[in-house]
């Protein structure tokens, strides 16, 4: 499967005059499903066994963006957090995600988000983090440039 926010169908009440949802691509099937309706969907990943999708969405505009995850068998969205992330990775295990938080007026930063506590704690300044296939370490860019 393959996970991905896009554009649905233009809807000028909307801040980027689109309406957008979560499409998850079964390769098997051959067939797009798509959940949600959204003004932006910021970024997208697969759980470690496929059923679910954290994802990170507006439903009108930056105030309104939340990590939500989407249960692909049932189509159900649960509301996680109400966060201003840009960027999501599942851990193996499949109990936390890593997130990458803009910085703004502070440096960006990786924060850990515990999906059953909903717990997060910030690890380190960087962007973009990935989860290494083993759990045991998280990549991610390092704008310090040391």
Known sequence: MVSWGFPVADDANKRWKVRCAVGVFSISAKAWQTHGDFSQVH???????GS???FIADETDSESRELLLLDVRTGQITKLAKILAVSV???????????????GDVAPQ??????????????VE?????????????????RSNE
């Open 52 to 54: 679910k999708v954290a």
């Open 126 to 142: 960087g962007n973009s983090p990935a989860w290494s296939p083993s759990g045991d370490w998280i990549a991610y860019f390092d």
């Open 89 to 103: 990775s599942w851990a193996p295990d499949g109990n936390r995600l890593a997130i990458g938080i803009p910085g």
């Open 110 to 123: 990786i924060s850990i988000f515990e999906i059953e506590s909903r717990n997060i704690h910030t690890l």
């Open 43 to 49: 970024a997208t990943a697969l759980s470690p066994e």
